[in-house]
């Protein structure tokens, strides 16, 4: 057992070192899985938006043509 003031050995510092590489790995992975995720929500968002506007054009078309 260890007493407080006893000095960590290199392994120790090696594994925590390790630990926390892996913990920083695992954060960058998930911020990256959330941004692929929040394109892919603004890609959809803005081709709904798209097709609304294409299909409010065209009713303006006709409804254009249609008092003439």
Request: hydrophobic share 45%; net charge positive; charged share 30%.
């Amino acid at each position: 057992m260890t007493s407080p003031m006893t000095k960590t050995t290199t392994k120790e510092n090696e594994m925590l070192l390790l630990h926390e590489e892996l913990a920083r790995s695992h954060q960058a992975r998930l911020l990256a899985e959330s941004q692929r995720q929040a394109r892919a929500a603004r890609l959809l968002a803005a081709r709904r938006w798209a097709r609304r506007a294409e299909s409010a054009g065209r009713r303006a078309r006709a409804a254009s043509l249609a008092v003439w």
